[in-house]
């Protein structure tokens, strides 16, 4: 079932929703720790407003919020999920799941063909169909061309190089393609 970007998804005990400006503050404070301990690269509170539209977020019966995604178009055919994250306490209990499987939605309806995550959780990628990324190049030549003139780091960590190396060691490239996993 696709997100429609007004409506929120009844999960059981939770739902997900697009996110909104005014939930920028919530994700800030859960992303933090997830940082600290280097789960999550760090984001400026800015980053997080620039690309709301791009964010997901599950909150339990109470409102709370208790997980967060992303979805970020790459290119015409690939897209990253970004800052995947949920509560310790809510995890293993289909939340993240859920939340990837909207984006991976959303990505379907955008025309996305693959979808590329820089992860720790290498596990929970692989339940997801994800695989890990070999060392070839992941796109043509005259892409790998256009998408270096990229500022974004997202694109930087996707094509491997040197310059992001220091804030994403020990992260696993891994990529889905969705023409291969139908929903």
Not at 63 to 78: K, N, P, Y
Not at 80 to 99: P, Q
Request: hydrophobic letters at 45%; charged letters at 25%; aromatic letters at 8%.
């Amino acid at each position: 079932m696709s997100l429609d970007p007004r409506m929120s998804v009844d999960h059981g005990d939770f739902t997900i929703r697009p996110a909104k400006t005014s939930d920028v503050a919530r994700i800030v404070n859960m992303a933090q720790p997830l940082v600290e301990k280097r789960v999550l690269v760090p984001k400026e509170r800015v980053t997080y407003y620039e690309s709301i539209q791009e964010f997901l977020i599950a909150e339990d019966r109470g409102g709370d919020l208790i997980g967060f995604g992303a979805l970020h178009v790459m290119w015409e055919d690939l897209a990253e999920v970004r800052t995947l994250a949920t509560l310790d306490s809510w995890r293993g209990l289909g939340v993240g799941s859920a939340l990837l499987q909207q984006l991976l939605a959303r990505a379907r309806v955008l025309g996305v063909s693959r979808v590329f995550c820089l992860t720790f959780e290498v596990d929970f990628f692989i339940r997801q169909n994800f695989r890990i990324m070999a060392d070839q190049a992941p796109v043509d030549p005259e892409v790998y061309v256009e998408l270096l003139r990229s500022p974004d780091e997202g694109v930087a960590e996707f094509l491997d190089l040197a310059r992001v190396k220091p804030n994403t060691l020990g992260n696993t490239r891994m990529i889905l393609d969705l023409d291969a996993n139908p929903a």
